[in-house]
């Protein structure tokens, strides 16, 4: 059905429920003369008269009383829809779907959820852990989580976490049999924990800087995972050295379970930021969600 089709049908229903040209195109914010024409249209469009006309009276024709009968509910059910779309654009309610990868779920979206979600229980969020750069518009995300460098230039982007800084880690047992690296070439004759990304077209290579020197590495090894937690597990058993998020790996350097080589070659980079399409329409639950993720470090 056409936007103007329903658009005549609503003019009818108006009509014959109030009885009068008059009164409907008064409610209606239109002329009596536009509304006539209206109806003529719709009735010349079914082939049947729809509405009996006196000059002192309106009244719908046996076929105008069938269709009412039908369209009047179907109108007002309609009409609570859209009253209830109107409740969620001014009240915290409603589900937002989010697009990230596994680091910044764990370190960034779940504790903050953790402290917005009990105070909102009428909001609902759907995270889903992929290494892609999904298309949020064409999958139906209300925003995504990406490093800095990778947000689209179209997207609207606000921070939500520091700048990250990667560090190179392996096991005592690890390093009990095998050299500790000076510089990124010599892990190439190491055993590398590798990770595979679908953004790199396949495994990724470990990234570093120095005065402004940049080296990328294609390491080797025996096992390649998808995800940080069988890496940095990987690592602690000593099945090699992992390329893992400073933070994730601290409190494992802390207590000596792991060793970090290359400190001097792992510099820092843009943090995580919350993407989304400029033209989108924020309600009142996504503006909450917005601002609980702003990083104010």
Not at 133 to 153: C, F, M, N, P, S
Not at 156 to 185: C, E, H, N, T, W
Not at 209 to 234: C, P, S, T, W, Y
Request: net charge positive; proline share 5%; hydrophobic share 40%.
């Amino acid at each position: 059905m056409r936007r103007e089709e329903l658009a005549d049908l609503n003019a009818f229903v108006t009509v014959a429920e109030e009885r009068s040209f008059t009164r409907a195109a008064a409610q209606l914010g239109t002329s009596q003369s536009a509304l006539s024409y209206t109806v003529r249209r719709l009735e010349t469009r079914l082939g049947v008269r729809l509405l009996a006309r006196t000059t002192r009276s309106v009244a719908p024709t046996e076929a105008g009383a069938r269709l009412l009968r039908t369209l009047g509910p179907a109108l007002d059910q309609i009409g609570s829809e859209l009253a209830s779309l109107s409740e969620l654009r001014d009240k915290p309610a409603g589900t937002i779907r989010i697009t990230t990868g596994e680091h910044a779920a764990e370190a960034i979206l779940s504790p903050a959820l953790t402290r917005l979600l009990p105070q909102y229980p009428d909001i609902k969020v759907e995270i889903s852990v992929e290494y892609g750069l999904t298309d949020i518009v064409a999958e139906g995300y209300a925003a995504g989580v990406r490093l800095g460098e990778h947000v689209a230039k179209d997207m609207i982007a606000v921070r939500i976490g520091p700048d990250l800084r990667m560090a190179v880690v392996g096991a005592p047992s690890y390093f009990a049999r095998r050299p500790r690296p000076k510089q990124p070439q010599d892990l190439t004759a190491q055993d590398c924990i590798r990770l595979r990304l679908p953004t790199h077209g396949g495994l990724y290579a470990w990234e570093f800087e120095k005065r402004g020197r940049e080296l990328k590495v294609r390491v080797e090894g025996q096992v390649v995972f998808n995800n940080i937690a069988l890496q940095l597990n990987a690592a602690v058993g000593g099945l090699g050295l992992a390329y893992l998020p400073e933070e994730r790996v601290q409190p494992y350097l802390s207590d000596g379970r792991l060793i970090r080589v290359l400190d001097d070659w792992c510099a820092r980079y843009s943090g995580y930021h919350l993407y989304y399409p400029s033209r989108r329409q924020q309600t009142p639950a996504f503006a909450l969600l917005v601002d609980a993720l702003r990083y104010r470090g």
